[in-house]
């Protein structure tokens, strides 16, 4: 059993690997597929990151009426 952390989408599982870059609201990564499928083209992901002020309040919604 590999120690690093599995992240699951929709389709696919995957494992983070090397870091391609950063800028704006968080950080790209090559990631490695679990399942064996060669999608024919490199998989990243961007992992999201927030640390200003009122962290709580930017990532929870709050319920408003439109008209």
């Known amino acids: 059993m590999s120690g ?3 992240y699951k ?5 995957f494992f ?3 870091k391609l870059g950063h ?6 990564y090559d990631v490695k597929l ?7 083209f490199p998989v990243v992901a961007k992992f999201f990151e ?3 002020d009122d ?3 930017r990532y929870n919604s709050v ?5």
């Open 50 to 52: 927030y640390s200003g």
């Open 23 to 28: 800028g704006g609201n968080g950080a790209v």
């Open 34 to 40: 679990e399942e064996k499928d060669d999608l024919g």
């Open 9 to 13: 989408g929709e389709r696919y599982s």
């Open 16 to 18: 983070r690997d090397k």
């Open 63 to 67: 319920n408003c009426n439109r008209k």
């Open 4 to 6: 690093r952390k599995k």
């Open 55 to 57: 962290k709580e309040k």
